[in-house]
């Protein structure tokens, strides 16, 4: 069964985390994931400047080890990603911004990828919110 | 078409469980997460015949007794869950 993913919270929430755990899950199941896309506070998990304490999970890293060790889709919604200051290169030459926060295997993106995902998958799985 | 309703927030702080055990179908289902756990304890879900489950980390990290009126899956099990429902909402 084909999964999309969609990741609403930042990396500190636990719903970030149960994203996490869940994808994985997914594909231990022997399902797909078409795509994972993260959205609103959902950005900041895909940063890679987050820095966790030490006596804490670092999720953002384990999202990246994720995404990048199973050659996922994993979008970030761009308008999301811009007003919250989770920038690539090119967008931040484009704002001519001095942070560049977002590099692979993230890919910034636009909502219809998101809508693109719902209508490539059998199930949409939304995380968000505690 | 059935519906396997997610709730992670707490039940005490907010009204997420109402609003969703009124739109519940006969075939839904819910499924509590995070401190949406804490919804074991609520006299809400008690006696409605609505299936429940909830993520067995969550319930047992808060010390949530499992009543016989629910279930505890763990992360497969969700997504055996989400497969066996036509559709998950989020009630993010």
Not at chain 1, 27 to 42: E, K, N, P, S, T
Not at chain 1, 76 to 93: F, P
Not at chain 1, 103 to 127: E, M, V
């Amino acid at each position: 069964m084909k999964f999309a993913i969609a990741l609403y919270s930042a990396a500190h929430a636990p719903s970030s985390r149960r994203a996490l755990l869940f994808a994985q899950a997914v594909l231990a199941g022997g399902h797909d994931i078409v795509r994972l896309f993260f959205y609103q506070d959902g950005v900041y998990s895909a940063s890679n400047n987050i820095v966790a304490p030490q006596d804490e999970q670092d999720i953002a890293r384990q999202w990246r080890e994720f995404v990048s060790q199973h050659q996922l889709d994993g979008v970030v919604c761009i308008a999301a990603a811009l007003r919250r200051g989770v920038l690539d290169r090119e967008e931040a030459t484009r704002y001519q911004r001095s942070a560049v926060n977002l590099d692979a295997p993230w890919a910034l993106s636009g909502l219809g990828q998101l809508h693109d995902a719902i209508q490539d998958a059998d199930r949409l799985i939304c995380f968000g919110g505690p | 078409m059935s519906t396997l309703h997610v709730l992670s927030h707490s039940p005490f702080t907010d009204s997420r469980l109402d609003s969703c055990l009124r739109i519940c179908g006969a075939e839904d289902a819910i499924l509590l997460c995070g401190d949406g756990a804490y919804g074991l304890q609520s006299a809400a879900l008690q006696g409605k015949g609505v299936k429940v489950f909830v993520l067995a980390e969550d319930s047992q990290a808060r010390n949530l007794p499992l009543p016989d009126w629910a279930d505890s899956v763990d992360y497969p099990g969700f997504v055996q869950l989400s497969v066996d429902y036509d559709k998950v909402n989020t009630w993010l």
